[in-house]
């Protein structure tokens, strides 16, 4: 079996020119990839440090109702008397 392959340089140049054409392309969808996630990524993180800086914290937190469960968790607390425990440091 005698197999004749013609290879012109035409098809040659067509050959190059795709494979150059579709590294081309998987090199610009890398750069993207990457300037999306390490690059803008990183840039909307530190404006949502920024923007939760400027919020002071408990603004929203309304205090009756946060002094009122502490005081019901105090209260369900076990009071203890430790006076009676030998202490093993003395």
Same mark, same amino acid.
């Given at each position: 079996?005698? %197999?004749?392959?013609? &290879? +012109? ?6 050959? #190059? /020119?795709?494979? &150059? %054409? ?12 990457? +300037?999306?996630? /390490?690059? /803008? ?8 440090? #920024?923007? +939760?800086?400027?919020?002071?914290? !408990? +603004?929203?937190? $309304? ?8 005081? !019901? ?9 430790? $006076?009676? &425990? ?5």
């Amino acid at each position: 079996m005698d %197999l004749k392959i013609k &290879i +012109s340089t035409k098809k040659i140049f067509n050959i #190059l /020119y795709l494979f &150059i %054409l579709i590294i081309n392309i998987i090199a610009l969808l890398w750069i993207f990839n990457f +300037s999306r996630k /390490y690059i /803008y990524g990183s840039i909307v993180v530190d404006q949502n440090f #920024l923007q +939760s800086q400027t919020i002071k914290p !408990g +603004s929203d937190l $309304d205090m009756e109702k946060f002094n009122e469960i502490v005081q !019901g968790i105090e209260n369900k607390q076990q009071k203890r008397n430790t $006076d009676n &425990i030998k202490n093993v440091f003395n």
